[in-house]
């Protein structure tokens, strides 16, 4: 099991360009299957959700070629359509082929899919919008067995604007003939992306985006070179690493619309920024001001993703923050370790008070998560003495290479 030795203290300094965003490549990766023709995918970001995801195509028959950042997808010679454990155990978006298969070959069996153990992850949503697309679901013996002769155009409503249970419903609404509404839509970026990847196959899909999704039936697609949007949670991992060591950092490939409302809280805090069209820049030149209040919300909110990164940065700000997380129950598996930084952190239910220290210690800690590790190596960065974060593994699923990229800008931190 690897792990990551940070020497805290460092000011960090740089540009960093961010990598293609892991939740929106990896509902792009499963709508390849829609095509018969070959997709090529670029600027494809070195993380193991990726691999996994084209290991799946594999094993359906897919051809997947990668090499140069790039990686070509045949789904024409899919002739497999079941997702054994083994494949979708490690990771959440192995659900997302559902949708596609459904759309285009009318049948598709997905043992439960993985993922972070953030909470109970349930899929009732997914399930409640392809039921109402007419497929037939059995759920047995730790699959969901999927049937459909032919997807029914309609409405759906959402309970919950559930990012995956929209994506799924959208890819499986690609196909055919007929219209199909979804209300209250995830309206995250990774949607609008998903909807661009589709309507650059030849699909055509409607107010991605927005909290009402149109996506109208089209009988054939057709190829396409499409590149990923950067991923906005690597961007705000970055700069509130920079925010808690002091310094600044340039960030190319990100787009300021889609983390706003952290750059103005970390500019409340007293932080300084440049904003371009595809970069930003930013200071961070004395200690911050606490963020005083803090809820995750679906997306145009603050991103439950980056709960943990940002509250690895109030536990050396000045002044105390309330850091409410609204999504995933079992969110926080960073606070006992974060203690053991010397953070001062108090659990009330969904709610963390963080009040900041002068400084932490460098200790031995553990990662449990892909966000809650970051959070663990921000913590590193400015703590006192030497941080060692155990189970590098989940952070490498959301983050390419962590190490070469905060060496670069100044961090002394090394993969062991
Ligand atoms: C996506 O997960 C992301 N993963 C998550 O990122 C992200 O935290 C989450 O969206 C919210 O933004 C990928 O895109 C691969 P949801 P997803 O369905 O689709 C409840 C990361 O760190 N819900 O929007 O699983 C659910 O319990 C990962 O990169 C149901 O109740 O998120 C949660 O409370 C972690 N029933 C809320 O909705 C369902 O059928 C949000 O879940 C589905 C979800």
Redesign the pocket.
């Known amino acids: 099991m690897q792990k990551f030795v940070v020497c805290g203290g460092q000011k960090l300094s740089g540009t960093l360009r961010v990598d293609s965003s892991?939740?929106?490549i990896?509902?792009i990766i499963a709508g390849c299957i829609l095509t018969d023709e070959p997709v090529e995918l670029q600027d494809i970001p070195n993380i193991t959700?990726v691999k996994k995801m084209f290991d799946i195509l594999r094993a359906m028959g897919a051809k997947v070629e990668t090499g140069d950042g790039r990686a070509v997808i045949d789904s024409s010679t899919i002739s497999r359509f079941e997702i054994p454990h083994h494949l979708a155990k490690d990771?959440?978006?192995s659900?997302?082929m559902l949708g596609p298969l459904i759309a285009k070959y009318g049948r598709a069996r997905v043992a439960y899919?993985g993922?972070?153990d953030?909470?109970?992850?349930?899929?009732?949503?997914?399930?409640?919008g392809l039921r109402e697309l007419g497929v037939n679901i059995c759920e047995e013996y730790g699959f969901i067995d999927c049937y459909c002769e032919k997807i029914r155009p309609t409405t759906i409503h959402l309970?919950?604007?559930?990012?995956?249970?929209?994506?799924n419903i959208m890819m499986a609404s690609v196909l055919g003939s007929g219209e199909t509404t979804i209300f209250n839509a995830?309206k995250?970026p990774?949607i609008v992306d998903l909807a661009n990847f589709i309507c650059a196959i030849g699909g055509r899909v409607e107010g991605a985006g927005t909290s009402t999704i149109k996506i109208y039936g089209k009988t054939t697609l057709h190829s396409t070179s499409y590149k990923p949007i950067g991923d906005r949670?690597i961007a705000g991992t970055y700069l509130l690493g920079v925010a808690i060591c002091g310094g600044s950092v340039t960030l190319t490939n990100c787009n300021y619309n889609d983390i706003s409302l952290l750059v103005n809280k970390l500019h409340n805090s007293g932080c300084y920024f440049n904003v371009e069209s595809d970069k930003m820049h930013m200071e961070a030149n004395s200690r911050l001001l606490s963020i005083q209040n803090i809820e995750t919300q679906?997306?145009p909110g603050f991103?439950?993703?980056l709960q943990a990164q940002v509250m690895a940065l109030q536990t050396v700000s000045e002044g105390t923050s309330v850091i409410t997380e609204?999504?995933?129950?079992t969110?926080f598996k960073h606070v006992p370790e974060l203690i053991k930084m010397g953070a001062k952190i108090t659990l009330r239910d969904r709610m963390a008070i963080v009040r900041g220290v002068e400084s932490l210690s460098g200790a031995e800690v553990s990662a449990t998560?892909?966000?809650g590790g970051a959070s663990l190596v921000l913590a590193g960065l400015v703590a006192k003495g030497q941080t060692v974060v155990d189970g590098a593994h989940f952070i490498d699923?959301?983050y390419p290479s962590l190490e070469e990229k905060l060496s670069s800008i100044g961090a002394r931190i090394e993969r062991v």
């Open positions: 892991k939740n929106a990896l509902p959700d990771i959440r978006s659900i997302f899919p993922g972070c953030i909470g109970s992850r349930p899929i009732d949503l997914h399930l409640f309970d919950y604007p559930s990012v995956g249970a929209t994506e995830a995250e990774e949670i679906p997306y991103p439950t993703d609204n999504l995933f129950e969110r998560d892909l966000r699923r959301g």
